[in-house]
Structure formats: C-alpha cells, structure tokens
C-alpha cells in the first residue's frame, strides 16, 4: 500500500543529544513537510521541501536540521540547540496543485 | 497576513445531538478548503475537502462543510455524532495552491 512510514513512534532522549527523526514515502510526491504539534497550538511548519537536494526553512526551524538526497526520504534531526524539543512531530506529503497534505503516524520525542 | 481561525477550542456534545466545528479565514480570491481528523497519537486524516464547483461538500464519517464566500467561513456539521467522533479537529486553507495554513485545532468531546 502506498503511504508515509515516520519512525520511531515513540524516542526518549537526554538533553545535550541530537535526534533523528525518519519519514519515508512511496507517494511519488515531489513536495514533503515536517510539522511540530504542542497542545493548543496546532500545527507549526518546520521545514519543507519541494524537489530532491533543495529545502526551504518553514516558521520555526530554529534548532531543526532535514536533507533530502532522495525523493522517498526527508529525515529530520532535532539538534541539541532546540530548547524546547519535546512535542509530536508530522512528516506529510503533497501531490501538488491545491496544497492538500498527507501525513504519517507521526513521532513523539521526549526530552528527559 | 493570511490566516485560518476556528473559534472555539472545544467543544462537549452528548451523542446522537448535532454538532457544528466553525471556521473562518482571511479573505482571498482563490482559495481551497480542508477538514481534517486526528486521533489520539496518530496523524491528520482528510476529512473533506472544497476547490471548486458545489459549496455543499461531503466526506467522511457523516461528516459535511459548507464553503460560504461572503463569510469567509467553511464551517463543518454532523446531525448526529457517536462516541467514536471524538478527537481533534483542523480546518486549514491553501491561498492560491500555495502551502497549507492550519487552525489552532477544536477538541470534539462525544459523551454517552
């Protein structure tokens, strides 16, 4: 079935440490996203990309690091310089052409 | 600034009542409209969605919205909920098919 994998579901880490968060696709969707969610807030844009080897910062990519070497993959490391880096985070895709997204199962990171 | 705003943060209903989940956004010549679902721990599922053509749409679950240009609302109704409709709700907006604008989120709450 076609779909967006994120892994893990669930990460603990110590404060100091980086993390890399995955999100794998086999859409074929050129455009892929990264979303951080806190209660209350909705959805916050981290960071976006439209084609391989390009990427563009979204509101609040401070502290937040993503490649995309392939079309399929767009991991996210959430570095130690995020102060506040617990939350639940969203890969999603777009088709193109009217902004509707896709979105995986999502990760939650706790900082211990 | 373009944005999306759903006015109430939750919203408690007894099952088997109707329910009505309000948006609004800032005005624009072109938009596209989306509802979408999450889940306790899991990612957004589209709910419905408007582009073009009948102002009426139907999706999922029961669900419908109603696209009102001169309001600039596209709120979404149920005329009868079940326990399984609680979660949380987004409305967000694409302006001229540029990225997705998300709202803070409604927190449907069914009770037995």
């Known amino acids: 079935d076609g779909g967006i994998t994120q892994s893990p579901k669930y990460l603990f880490r110590k404060e100091g440490q980086n993390v890399t968060l995955s999100c794998e696709q086999n859409?074929?969707?050129?455009?892929m996203y990264w979303y951080r969610q806190d209660p209350g807030q909705g959805l916050r844009l981290i960071y976006y990309?439209?084609?391989?080897?390009?990427?563009q910062k979204g509101d609040i990519a401070e502290g937040y690091s993503v490649s995309r070497e392939k079309k399929e993959s767009f991991p996210l490391t959430v570095t130690s310089a995020q102060k506040n880096p617990t939350a639940f985070y969203l890969c999603a895709t777009d088709r193109g052409g009217t902004g509707e997204l896709f979105f995986g199962e999502g990760s939650r990171l706790t900082v211990l | 600034a373009q944005s999306v705003t759903q006015l109430d943060s939750q919203v408690p209903v007894f099952e088997e009542a109707p329910v009505e989940l309000r948006c609004n956004y800032s005005?624009?010549?072109?938009?596209?409209l989306f509802w979408y679902v999450q889940y306790p721990n899991q990612g957004l599922q589209l709910l419905l969605k408007?582009?073009?053509?009948?102002?009426l749409v139907k999706g999922i679950n029961g669900f419908e919205a109603e696209f009102n240009k001169s309001q600039t609302s596209f709120h979404l109704r149920k005329p009868s909920v079940h326990i399984s409709d609680t979660a949380e709700y987004f409305c967000?907006?694409?302006?001229?098919?540029?990225?997705?604008?998300f709202g803070t989120g409604t927190r449907l709450q069914v009770f037995p």
């Open positions: 408007y582009l073009s053509g009948s102002t």
């Open positions: 859409l074929n969707h050129d455009a």
């Open positions: 967000a907006v694409s302006y001229n098919t540029d990225k997705l604008i």
């Open positions: 990309s439209q084609i391989v080897n390009d990427f």
């Open positions: 005005s624009s010549v072109s938009v596209y």
